[in-house]
């Protein structure tokens, strides 16, 4: 069957009014969002989290080929009953683990902005990482999460990526001003190091757009495949060109001392660093939305045939932020919930399933690029899945949470468990006490 990219695709339409569908081309009418909203929803959704990548695009084709449109009925019509459960599971615990990152990089990152308050005792309970995860749930997680539309959400998105340029250029900034001063650890440049698998996890959990993409699909006017491919392309860059520079910066000034959260490298009591906390808090909250939309919508089409009338919208809403509010409570290491989440849930949904829906729906040749692609991907996904597993089991991460690194202490003394004894630190506090931009 070949595929005419240039086409409306019509997707079938379900029994729903117009305050409940998310994805359905027609029901859009008079509340769609331009392209350019679109690229923001996608940008937003993978910052602090990422960049998309291939699969994307196939899985909107083999939305096309399929007739259907979310990722749970392509899936349901392309390997039954069982598969949709699979990736029902997969899609909910995926943007429920973002959420719960998302509440523990807040608590950490806005903890520390309020501790900066002059006057402001850090160890006041309402600076404190519980009650700000709490708070910020109340007052703005929670009101944005009860949108119906997602593409309401198109200002907020942009919004939020240009934060994350602000918070960019002050991570630029740092690596000039501190990075000769914090001691390199030992083979701190040596490539693909034994871990490597585990980092392709953590990677994963941060590539990953898949489980928004037909609902920010579905808020185009007069959706096509290559329209959407134009949106993924710009996306894609604009996503690529910024994770880079934080991924390079970050480890150019920590090398192996560079933390889950970044942010959890600097000093407490530099001044620069504590306005890109507060836009980086600010950014964390403005993407929570998005990933609560896709858990929403798993609940809504497993247990309610898609449908959620007013009523139920709200108390799922409510019980979903809830339970990924009081979990953010208990845990608060976020390497370790971003590398399980990676190589459990974001790989299958990244490589696994949507290469292997294509394989089976695309009657393309086997020589065609997109049927090459699918066959590289699917065990690129399955090998990254399986060892990631076994390594983020046997070889947990450490965690430093919380806690001052050794370089922000006077006298040049380390108070962490961290060995650095083969350093010979001759840099004098002051230098480091960057409280002037």
Not at 208 to 237: D, M, Q, R
Request: a negative charge; glycine letters at 6%; proline letters at 4%.
């Amino acid at each position: 069957m070949g595929y005419q990219g240039q086409q409306p695709v019509v997707l079938p339409q379900r029994d729903l009014d117009d305050k409940e569908t998310l994805v359905s081309e027609h029901k859009h009418k008079g509340k769609t969002c331009r392209q350019s909203a679109a690229v923001f929803n996608v940008v937003n959704s993978i910052i602090g989290s990422g960049v998309i990548d291939f699969s994307l695009v196939l899985l909107i084709k083999g939305g096309a080929l399929s007739g259907t449109d979310t990722y749970q009925s392509l899936v349901n019509k392309t390997f039954g009953f069982p598969g949709y459960l699979l990736l029902s599971i997969l899609q909910f615990f995926y943007p429920f683990i973002a959420m719960i990152s998302y509440n523990i990089i807040t608590g950490d990152t806005l903890s520390k902005v309020f501790q900066r308050i002059p006057g402001v005792d850090p160890e006041n309970f309402f600076i404190g990482r519980h009650f700000i995860i709490v708070l910020s749930t109340v007052a703005f997680t929670l009101p944005l999460s009860l949108y119906r539309d997602v593409a309401k959400l198109g200002k907020i998105s942009l919004t939020s990526t240009v934060l994350t340029t602000l918070i960019l250029g002050i991570v630029m900034t740092r690596v000039i001003s501190l990075g000769p001063y914090i001691p390199k650890t030992e083979d701190a440049w040596v490539f693909a190091k034994p871990s490597a698998i585990q980092a392709i996890g953590v990677m994963s959990f941060a590539f990953i757009c898949h489980h928004n993409c037909f609902l920010v699909y579905g808020s185009l006017e007069e959706p096509t495949v290559a329209k959407w491919s134009c949106i993924i392309h710009v996306s894609t860059l604009v996503s690529v060109f910024i994770s880079i520079l934080f991924a390079t910066c970050g480890y150019l000034t920590f090398t192996g001392f560079t933390q889950g959260d970044l942010f959890e490298n600097y000093c407490r009591n530099d001044d620069l660093v504590t306005f890109g906390r507060f836009c980086y808090g600010v950014t964390v909250i403005l993407t929570y939305p998005i990933e609560c939309f896709v858990t929403r919508e798993v609940i809504a089409n497993v247990f309610f045939g898609g449908n959620l009338s007013s009523v139920f919208h709200i108390i799922v809403t409510v019980v979903i932020i809830t339970a990924a509010t009081l979990v953010s409570l208990l845990i608060d290491c976020l390497g370790i919930v971003l590398e399980l989440s990676g190589v459990l849930c974001a790989a299958p949904l990244i490589f696994i399933i949507p290469s292997a829906c294509y394989l089976k729906l695309s009657e393309e040749p086997r020589t065609h690029s997109d049927k090459i692609m699918s066959c590289v991907m699917l065990p690129i996904g399955a090998v990254v899945m399986v060892v990631g597993f076994v390594m983020a089991v046997t070889n947990p991460q450490d965690c430093t949470h919380g806690q001052e690194m050794f370089y922000c202490f006077p006298d040049n003394v380390s108070l962490t468990s961290i060995s650095v004894s083969h350093f010979q630190l001759t840099t004098p506090f002051s230098v480091l006490n960057l409280s002037i931009f």
